[in-house]
């Protein structure tokens, strides 16, 4: 009922927490899946995990802070698969979670650098080449913080609490989503925000 064979799907923070079952969803349903993070070898460490299933996966780097390794990877899938038909932006950087009383502007731009500029930036290195095939599929993988504002006492004395950076960036993924989908979808590109127990 569902295929994607022949599909090139990249997943940021591929390896991780939720990157890990989405790069192995994904593979499962047919596509070359491209998992990518700045742990180069933890990367190619899952693809080689999903290869032994018989999955098509690789693994590869990117740093989301630098544009270059942005560009570089990029065309570098381009030039080595002629397409690009999903991205799944999931990597998310927690560098600037900081309580709200004591963040700095560093830490804000810190936390800004990956998980908004660098996720725009690489959003639209890719959209170029959606663009040109006239079709492609956004899913940015977003949170419950960006659907309602946070329930600090369910934390408790856990140490955790939802940072001002995480809640402010993820309700601003949800707004990209939206501009993403009404910019492009004359291109057939679907852009979605998924988040747990939440779909925008």
Do not use: H
């Not at 799907?9 to 047919?30: D, H, N, Q, R």
């Not at 032994?52 to 990029?74: M, P, Q, T, W, Y």
């Not at 936390?111 to 899913?139: H, R």
Request: net charge positive; charged share 20%; proline share 2%.
């Amino acid at each position: 009922m569902f295929r994607l064979d022949g599909k090139i799907a990249i997943v940021t923070g591929g390896a991780g927490l939720y990157g890990k079952p989405i790069s192995l969803a994904l593979a499962e349903a047919g596509a070359t899946v491209i998992i990518a993070s700045r742990d180069e070898a933890k990367c190619k460490g899952y693809a080689t995990e999903l290869q032994l299933k018989n999955l098509r996966a690789e693994g590869r780097s990117l740093d989301l802070s630098d544009e270059k390794s942005i560009v570089d990877f990029s065309n570098g899938i381009v030039k080595k698969y002629k397409q690009i038909d999903l991205l799944v932006n999931n990597a998310v950087s927690r560098e600037g979670c900081k309580d709200f009383d004591v963040i700095s502007k560093n830490d804000l731009e810190k936390s800004q650098l990956i998980n908004y500029t660098g996720l725009l930036l690489l959003t639209q290195a890719v959209i170029k080449v959606m663009v040109e095939q006239k079709e492609g599929n956004i899913i940015n993988i977003g949170s419950i913080q960006g659907a309602v504002g946070p329930n600090f006492p369910v934390y408790g004395d856990t140490g955790m609490s939802s940072a001002v950076t995480y809640t402010y960036e993820k309700w601003g993924m949800v707004g990209f989503t939206k501009w993403i989908a009404n910019n492009y979808g004359k291109f057939n590109i679907r852009a979605n925000c998924i988040s747990p127990g939440v779909f925008v």
